[in-house]
């Protein structure tokens, strides 16, 4: 495994922690992580039902968190590691912050961006998909399943 997949993994590992804490206060399980220089900037999971809040996705509160610590509203040399490949508002946020890299973990075939067609991530951003997929996919199901 090249260093890399080492980091990714070991990142997405901390945003499935995130995805646990929402899972714990029954909020859909997704949680992101953002990473500057090799260190975790910022952690976020899903809100929205506590905060009567639509836009409070994990990534949305990632990206507020990061910018604050950061000092400034664009993330041009962070990574976002989101368990959940993201809706088209938070790739359309993630476009203006012009983050670096996003990388998720399972799909979403349903609301995830990429089903628009559309690429809607700011030209310079890398996307990375499938890390922990099995594991990101798992936590989701098991939610849901607790939910019907």
């Known amino acids: ?37 090799n260190t975790i900037i910022a952690r976020a999971f899903n809100y929205t039902e506590h905060l009567i809040d639509v836009t409070a996705h994990a990534e949305m509160q990632a990206f507020t968190s990061a910018a ?32 670096d890299r996003v990388v998720y973990g399972a799909h979403d075939q349903k609301r995830g961006f990429l089903k628009t067609g559309a690429n809607l991530l700011h030209p310079k951003t890398k996307l990375t998909g499938g890390i922990l997929e099995a594991e990101c996919s798992e936590l989701l199901k098991t939610f849901f399943k607790k939910k019907r």
């Open 68 to 99: 604050s610590w950061l000092g400034g509203k664009y993330l041009l040399e962070c990574t976002l590691y989101v368990t959940l490949e993201p809706c088209v508002m938070c790739a359309g946020a993630s476009f203006w912050t012009q983050i």
């Open 1 to 37: 495994m090249d260093e890399q997949t080492i980091a990714d993994n070991r990142f997405m590992q901390e945003a499935l922690k995130e995805a646990k804490k929402a899972f714990d206060a029954d909020e859909v399980p997704v949680g992101a992580v953002v990473v500057c220089n």
